[in-house]
């Protein structure tokens, strides 16, 4: 029987994580909105925070259901 919680334990530690429906809808609308903010920064703020023009470019066209 130890065994076998053992298992589940790790299973459950490496599965990925479940969200409600409401914390998705969330998550969603929080990507799609940095996403957006991300394509208004000038270049200069972009290299302060270490991401390029097509890096960022590359991020805002994910679909906001992508991590």
């Given at each position: 029987m130890e065994i076998t919680l053992r298992k589940l334990m790790v299973?459950?530690?490496t599965s990925r994580p479940r969200y409600r429906w409401s914390e998705l809808i969330t998550l969603w609308y929080q990507r799609?909105?940095?996403r957006r903010?991300?394509?208004q920064l000038n270049d200069r703020m972009?290299?302060?925070i270490g991401i390029s023009r097509c890096d960022a470019e590359q991020e805002?066209?994910?679909p906001f259901?992508?991590?």
């Open positions: 299973q459950r530690q799609q909105r940095q903010a991300l394509l972009l290299s302060d805002a066209t994910k259901w992508k991590a």
